[in-house]
């Protein structure tokens, strides 16, 4: 059979499923709360309204946590996870090499050392026994991120972080409602920052962030970094140290109760036709969906594709190339390590002064060129493909299909 990028008739004409996040419940929480504005006044602040309050308390409850603190972004929500953590300048933070770069400027805001940890290269997430290798005595935290919706092996980096007296920040912004060992990423670590933008799982409004803990001190410091050091829970009336104005507004917030409902359905439509495509492609012999580690259940942000390139006759990008003439979404790379871009390479962070790295409270040379050869070797062998809700049997019969016919093309 003819492959559609040299001439052939590809698998599907039609386009697939934009993905449809709003729907009336969100148009009729929005107008409510207009509408209550209109007429008493007002315009979404923060303070003196209730959603912001209720989504936190219904946020914290669903991961399975005491306590939630609302932001206005998910690169926000992880500065607030470090910033409740109050760490001096010059200490280290362990994070996930293949990552947003919002996961880790951050650590440079707090003019902390992000130290990168290699990845599991059938994953893509932190290793935990790359973890181990990178503590020193300048480590004070870890960010483990979720990637692609799978969690990390979180057993391990916990121990680790006990041995070690660190602390744990999980990044679940690809992640909502993933699970680990029957319980939710978010719930394990010490802290969790939850990105509730438009492309993640579940939005507050296009933007928005989460930080969870169940910790009580550290959710007060959550809270008053989140708000320029406000004295919440504390005597006098005085900020208390240095913070950011990252408040979510009632606005974001009803937008994001409604969500937070949908959430279950929506992670269990992925789950349902990412498993409609392993049934599919499983007499394949040389594509098969990336691993999920023991114990995990992925949310599926997106679908890594293993290939064994050595039992194929042409190169990954070829390969995503062939999948996407098809007529089905293929990307033949998620080539994200943060290190690797220029900002970091030629550290462009406060001016041209290079700091945090030259700072004289650390006093070390950091050279990250290298650092992860996992983490390159994962995103050598895998390629990606979507899924989201609005999915069905049929969007995954024809991934399947596309991957099946050209594999059958290319096979040595």
Same mark, same amino acid.
């Given at each position: 059979?003819?492959?559609?990028?040299?001439?052939?008739?590809?698998?599907?004409?039609?386009?697939?499923?934009?993905?449809?996040?709003?729907?009336?419940?969100?148009?009729?929480?929005?107008?409510?709360?207009?509408?209550?504005?209109?007429?008493?006044?007002?315009? &979404?602040?923060?303070?003196?309204?209730?959603?912001?309050?209720?989504?936190?308390?219904?946020?914290?409850?669903?991961?399975?946590?005491? &306590?939630?603190?609302?932001?206005?972004?998910?690169?926000?929500?992880?500065?607030?996870?470090?910033?409740?953590?109050?760490?001096?300048?010059?200490?280290?933070?362990?994070?996930?090499?293949?990552?947003?770069?919002?996961?880790?400027?951050?650590?440079?805001?707090?003019?902390?050392?992000?130290?990168?940890?290699?990845?599991?290269?059938?994953?893509?997430?932190?290793?935990?026994?790359?973890?181990?290798?990178?503590?020193?005595?300048?480590?004070?935290?870890?960010?483990?991120?979720?990637?692609?919706?799978?969690?990390?092996?979180?057993?391990?980096?916990?121990?680790?972080?006990?041995?070690?007296?660190?602390?744990?920040?999980?990044?679940?912004?690809?992640?909502?409602?993933?699970?680990?060992?029957?319980?939710? %990423?978010?719930?394990?670590?010490?802290?969790?920052?939850?990105?509730?933008?438009?492309?993640?799982?579940?939005?507050?409004?296009?933007?928005?962030?989460?930080?969870?803990?169940?910790?009580?001190?550290?959710?007060?410091?959550?809270?008053?970094?989140?708000?320029?050091?406000?004295?919440?829970?504390?005597?006098?009336?005085?900020?208390?140290?240095?913070?950011?104005?990252?408040?979510?507004?009632?606005?974001?917030?009803?937008?994001?109760?409604?969500?937070?409902?949908?959430?279950?359905?929506?992670?269990?439509?992925?789950?349902?036709? %990412?498993?409609?495509?392993?049934?599919?492609?499983?007499?394949?012999?040389?594509?098969?969906?990336?691993?999920?580690?023991?114990?995990?259940?992925?949310?599926?942000?997106?679908?890594?594709?293993?290939?064994?390139?050595?039992?194929?006759?042409?190169?990954?990008?070829? &390969?995503?190339?062939?999948?996407?003439?098809?007529?089905?979404?293929?990307?033949?790379?998620?080539?994200?390590? %943060?290190?690797?871009?220029?900002?970091?390479?030629?550290?462009?962070?406060?001016?041209?002064?290079?700091?945090?790295?030259?700072?004289?409270?650390?006093?070390?040379?950091?050279?990250?060129?290298?650092?992860?050869?996992?983490?390159?070797?994962?995103?050598?062998?895998?390629?990606?493909?979507?899924?989201?809700?609005?999915?069905?049997?049929?969007?995954?019969?024809?991934?399947?299909?596309?991957?099946?016919? %050209?594999?059958?093309?290319?096979?040595?």
């Amino acid at each position: 059979m003819t492959l559609a990028i040299d001439g052939g008739a590809p698998v599907r004409t039609d386009p697939f499923p934009a993905r449809l996040q709003i729907d009336d419940r969100e148009i009729e929480a929005v107008m409510e709360l207009l509408q209550q504005c209109k007429e008493g006044g007002g315009a &979404f602040d923060r303070y003196g309204g209730t959603h912001v309050d209720a989504y936190e308390r219904e946020f914290a409850a669903h991961v399975g946590t005491k &306590f939630a603190t609302a932001c206005s972004a998910g690169t926000a929500a992880v500065h607030t996870a470090l910033g409740a953590l109050r760490l001096d300048i010059g200490c280290e933070v362990i994070s996930s090499p293949i990552t947003d770069p919002g996961a880790v400027a951050p650590i440079l805001w707090n003019n902390c050392i992000p130290i990168f940890a290699d990845a599991d290269p059938d994953t893509m997430n932190m290793d935990p026994a790359s973890v181990a290798e990178r503590v020193s005595d300048k480590t004070r935290a870890i960010i483990a991120g979720h990637i692609a919706g799978q969690p990390c092996d979180m057993d391990p980096i916990m121990e680790i972080a006990e041995e070690h007296d660190l602390r744990v920040i999980e990044d679940c912004s690809q992640a909502h409602d993933a699970e680990y060992k029957g319980r939710k %990423v978010g719930s394990i670590g010490h802290l969790a920052a939850f990105s509730l933008m438009s492309g993640k799982h579940s939005t507050a409004g296009g933007q928005g962030g989460m930080v969870v803990t169940n910790d009580e001190e550290l959710y007060w410091n959550a809270k008053r970094f989140a708000d320029r050091g406000k004295p919440f829970n504390a005597e006098g009336r005085r900020n208390l140290f240095l913070g950011n104005n990252y408040r979510m507004t009632e606005l974001e917030a009803v937008i994001g109760r409604v969500q937070l409902q949908k959430l279950p359905e929506i992670v269990a439509k992925r789950r349902r036709a %990412v498993a409609r495509l392993e049934e599919g492609i499983r007499d394949l012999r040389r594509v098969r969906l990336g691993k999920v580690i023991e114990g995990a259940k992925s949310a599926y942000w997106f679908v890594l594709l293993k290939l064994d390139l050595e039992g194929l006759k042409v190169p990954k990008a070829q &390969f995503a190339a062939a999948v996407a003439a098809e007529g089905v979404p293929c990307t033949a790379s998620y080539d994200h390590i %943060v290190y690797e871009q220029d900002w970091i390479r030629d550290r462009q962070t406060y001016g041209q002064s290079r700091c945090p790295w030259v700072c004289p409270f650390y006093g070390k040379e950091v050279n990250y060129e290298g650092s992860c050869p996992n983490a390159r070797l994962a995103i050598d062998t895998h390629m990606l493909t979507s899924v989201h809700e609005c999915y069905t049997d049929r969007e995954a019969d024809d991934i399947a299909a596309a991957l099946g016919k %050209v594999e059958a093309a290319y096979l040595k």
